[in-house]
């Protein structure tokens, strides 16, 4: 898997969004491609301009939990196992992962999952409704370490705004990162953010997110001796 030659900042048709994501021309395994060519019309949201209808995911009423960047899916596949009464929606813009993901659901399947290959930041501002989502995650988002590639992390106060404003009052938003350089940056964002407030008090670490299995990149950081920072806030206004 390599990045894309030419991977713009922003996105083509919103030259005011930045792309928190590099374009990767990872190659689809036959597998993926069957997997998605069967499995995207089960677990795929439907690729629409509409906003969404939380009960139309799965079909029914129920608590609407979202992982932002779930590469091959371990993490969101977990939480859907973990927590059946809950509704899942994972949201990655690469294709391989999704495909992975895919094959895994085909050995269990997870009526409570969904998933959409999507720029998450689009589909936060057009697809979802205010106050739908109850619990957010994001483990391992890109870190772009170069001080010129800073705009595109993920986490960004504007980001933080619209992310609020699709949470419920008090929904909880998880974070990890194995950059302590990006954990850093976290931590300022979003203790300067008007809507989140840190659980665990003003500026500390979380421990680790108990829903958190080991991922990919967690796993990659940890062989190259990196530590693993986790973040754990509230979005205010709950009871
Ligand atoms: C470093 S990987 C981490 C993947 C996984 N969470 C893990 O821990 O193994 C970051 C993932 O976020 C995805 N990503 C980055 N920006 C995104 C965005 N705006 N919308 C959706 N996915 C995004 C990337 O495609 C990539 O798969």
Redesign the pocket.
């Known amino acids: 898997m390599s990045r894309h030659p030419d991977s713009p900042e922003t996105c083509p048709d919103r030259p005011d969004r930045v792309?928190?994501?590099a374009l990767?021309t990872g190659r689809l395994t036959k597998g993926q491609r069957r997997a998605l060519e069967k499995l995207l019309p089960v677990y795929g949201v439907p690729d629409t301009p509409e906003r969404l209808e939380p009960e139309a995911l799965c079909g029914r009423r129920a608590p609407l939990g979202m992982?932002?960047?779930?590469?091959?899916g371990?993490?969101v596949m977990a939480l859907a196992r973990n927590h059946p009464d809950w509704d899942w929606l994972g949201?990655?813009?690469?294709a391989p992962?999704l495909g992975k993901l895919l094959l895994r659901l085909e050995q269990e399947p997870l009526p409570n999952l969904r998933v959409a290959k999507?720029?998450?930041?689009a589909?936060l501002e057009e697809r979802l409704p205010a106050g739908s989502m109850d619990a957010v995650y994001i483990?391992?988002?890109?870190?772009w370490p170069k001080a010129r590639h800073h705009k595109r992390r993920?986490i960004q106060a504007s980001f933080l705004g619209v992310l609020a404003s699709r949470m419920r009052p008090g929904a909880d938003l998880f974070l990890a990162t194995d950059w302590p350089d990006y954990a850093q940056w976290m931590v300022e964002v979003l203790e300067a953010d008007p809507h989140f407030a840190n659980v665990h008090g003003c500026g500390a670490w979380a421990p680790r997110c108990p829903d958190r299995p080991p991922?990919?990149?967690?796993e990659r950081g940890e062989g190259r001796g990196h530590e693993v920072f986790d973040l754990h806030y509230r979005l205010e206004g709950g009871e």
């Not at 999507?118 to 930041?121: K, S």
């Open positions: 792309r928190s994501f990767r992982e932002i960047g779930i590469g091959g371990e993490a949201l990655d813009v690469y992962g999507t720029d998450a930041v589909f483990f391992f988002p890109d870190p993920l991922t990919k990149f967690e």
